[in-house]
């Protein structure tokens, strides 16, 4: 079987391509995770469960914000209108990054051995989790909030429809009395 020129090149690219998409979460953790729940996030009106509960239901807006332009896009209508759209979506992509990146700094290793003074230091993964023992539950249950929240917001706007005007296919007309066979001047079935 003869591949292509771009299948190969897409084939080529699979695997660089993931590595750039991981490098914003990486560079995320090693140059602002620290001071990010060392710092801010204690400062953070409520503390650090309140910075984990706004951080959760940021989760849910994030990906409303990515995928609703992503649903307007139609290829076959307008190509040039549907790269508008997917470049709409971009700032949700952006702060969906952004949002798993504050997540992602409070895994901890999967292994105890490799928690070492970095991970305790603080703002580290193991010191957050020795500070707010329970912030996974509070972060998962704002997120939880927020999708249920969001998902009503979103029936009762899709129940709001814009009345409509009378409808122009109305019942057929009913015989009338001056028409010979009785149809109200339609034809008689054959």
Known sequence: MKTSVGERLFGCMVLPGFVALLMPLVFFDMYWGHEL???FAPAWPGGGYFFAGTVGALVPM??????????????????????????????????????????????RPKRRRNWDSDCYSEGGPCW?????????????????????????????????TPPT?????????????????????????A
Do not use: Q
């Open 62 to 107: 994030v990906l409303l914000a990515w995928v609703a332009p992503l649903t307007r896009m139609n290829w076959k209508k307008s190509k040039a209108r549907s790269l508008a759209w997917a470049a709409a979506s971009l700032p949700g992509l952006a702060a969906g990054y952004l949002v798993a990146g504050v997540i992602s700094t409070t895994v």
């Open 165 to 189: 005007g009378p409808s122009t296919s109305g019942p057929e007309a009913g015989p009338t009395p001056r028409s010979a066979s009785g149809t109200g001047g339609r034809r008689p079935p």
């Open 37 to 39: 729940w060392g710092g």
């Open 128 to 160: 957050v989790h020795v500070h707010y023992p329970w912030l996974w539950v509070v972060g998962l249950a704002s997120t939880f909030a927020a999708a249920a929240l969001l998902i009503t917001l979103l029936v009762k706007l899709s129940r709001k």
